[in-house]
């Protein structure tokens, strides 16, 4: 659509709505703060991945060539992540007697499993913390005459050399950000750790020389050092989930000004990004989104319980990226009927040729749909335009097919590659086969057309005791489905 309107995207360092200009013509490079990989990821964790994905699926759509990457912290990241607590990954290896790098390794590979099965499309590189020790020490070095001290856990970074420290969180204070521990010898209560020097009598399994001692890197310079190493400063846009936004990045970008030079934040590409992008929280009442609460909500569960995960892409498109979503099962249910519903429409497309999408009729909700994905990623909005491209009748089926793919290349639910049978998920405690299934619903089927309904209902309770629910007068036709 060369009538698309300019891309708008909220700044979080600047509060406000700005249109999208590339540092590089033609290009978005785009930085996003990975997974800590001590542990499986909950849900809450993968909305930040799928709002980046239709971020860069938007870029992508608007014609820039896209340049993503997202970190692996392998080390570094502390219990708290107000830069105190033992390294998460120390913490996982010592808790389970296993390698510290076999727990990264792990959890990484969990991780993309979890990227793949929400459509999620992988960077362009996947940048590991540990790849970039010896980066991480040239930048400390470089910056630390002018703008670090020692004390006995290592280098910190002091927040007073830098102009507007803490805008991007807006929670600067005259006695600094209040979660922040005091650290005896610390010159300001914001001041963080750039490289912590391991305790004398101590030994870590992620350890390295450097002029500081023996130790680690802090977890805010990993970033600030890959995304100078792979993207150059300033890049264009750097996201991160809301929590991210109170300490890790106003840290990541005092970095960013130290190394560079650089003056206030007036000019926001002094923080390293032009633009600052910040998903809300995934709120859930019962507390099961915490990863210490035993079974916690990751995706993995939502499978078991026989939710497809697209579902949960699904839920997240449905609100704003930068609005609070709450997760309820029956939320995650209601997004689950309504993909089958776009499924459902999408079946009549299957065998037709994709041709143009511009079409009179089409016009309106095309124009809709590009109006909504520029005006800072309101996926609300253009899910309902998709929606009003599959029920629009009386038009050939190669000009409504293109029109749907090219929506649902920037909305990423794969909708031509589902299936019927892709959503019939088996909840891991299922005493049943499909192939049994099927086979009592004919049998069933056949008693009905004989009027014995007596063996139908009594096919029907069987199939209830085994948790499966025999879908009839389902407006939309699914025949079952398991509990």
């Known amino acids: ?15 406000k709505l700005e249109p999208f200009e590339p540092v590089h013509e033609g290009e978005a490079r785009v930085y996003t703060c990975g997974p800590t990989v001590y542990n499986y990821p909950h849900i809450g964790n993968m909305r930040a991945y799928a709002f ?6 938007t870029l992508s759509w608007k014609g820039y060539a896209l340049r993503h990457v997202i970190n692996i912290t392998d080390v570094g990241h502390l219990t708290d992540d107000a830069d105190t607590g033992e390294d998460k990954l120390e913490k996982a290896a010592a808790g389970s007697g296993k390698s510290i790098w076999g727990i990264a390794a792990h959890y990484t590979e969990a991780f993309k499993a979890d990227i793949a099965a929400l459509n999620i499309r992988e960077p362009a590189q996947w940048s590991v913390a540990t790849d970039y020790i010896e980066p991480m020490i040239a930048f400390a070095r470089s910056i630390a005459d002018e703008h670090c001290y020692e004390l006995e856990g290592g280098l910190y970074f002091d927040v007073s050399t830098v102009k507007d420290y803490g805008r991007l969180a807006r929670a600067v204070t005259e006695e600094g950000e209040g979660r922040i521990e005091a650290v005896e010898g610390k010159r300001n209560a914001a001041d963080f750790a750039i490289w912590r020097r391991t305790p004398p009598g101590e030994t870590r399994q992620m350890e390295w020389d450097s002029p500081w001692g023996r130790g680690a890197p802090g977890w805010h310079l990993e970033c600030s050092v890959m995304g100078e190493k792979l993207l150059g400063f300033p890049f264009d846009i750097h996201t991160g989930g809301i929590d991210h936004r109170e300490i890790h990045h106003p840290n990541e970008i005092a970095q960013n000004q130290a190394f560079c030079g650089c003056g206030s934040l007036d000019e926001a ?14 709120v859930e009442r019962s507390g099961k989104m915490s990863k210490s609460s035993g079974e916690f909500l990751r995706l993995q569960l939502l499978i078991d319980k026989g939710y497809h995960p697209l579902a949960y892409r699904m839920m997240c498109l449905q609100a704003h990226y930068r609005s609070e979503l709450e997760f309820s099962w029956e939320g995650l249910g209601a997004a689950l009927t309504r993909l089958k519903r776009m499924v459902m429409g999408v079946d009549r497309l ?8 511009a079409h009179p009729k089409l016009a309106e909700a095309r124009a809709r749909f590009a109006t909504a994905m520029a005006d800072d990623l309101n996926t609300s909005v253009a899910l309902v335009a998709l929606e009003d491209v599959l029920a629009t009748k009386k038009i050939d089926g190669g000009v409504k ?7 649902d290349r920037v909305l990423g639910l794969d909708l031509f590659a589902l299936e019927r049978e892709d959503f019939r998920l088996r909840p891991r405690d299922a005493q049943i086969t499909e192939a049994e299934i099927e086979a009592e619903l004919l049998r069933r089927k056949e008693a009905r057309a004989a009027k014995d309904f007596a063996a ?11 948790g499966v629910e025999v879908m009839d007068g389902d407006p939309l036709g699914w025949e079952w489905k398991l509990q």
């Open 52 to 57: 980046a994905d239709v971020l860069g699926r």
């Open 269 to 282: 590409a002094h923080s390293g990004a032009r633009i600052w992008m910040h998903n809300n929280f995934l």
């Open 1 to 15: 659509m060369s009538d698309r309107p300019p891309l708008q995207l909220f700044n979080s360092l600047t509060r």
């Open 350 to 357: 299957r065998g037709e040729k994709a041709g143009e999408p």
């Open 456 to 466: 139908s209902d009594a096919i029907r309770d069987s199939l209830a005791a085994k």
């Open 401 to 407: 097919r293109a029109a749907v793919e090219e929506m």
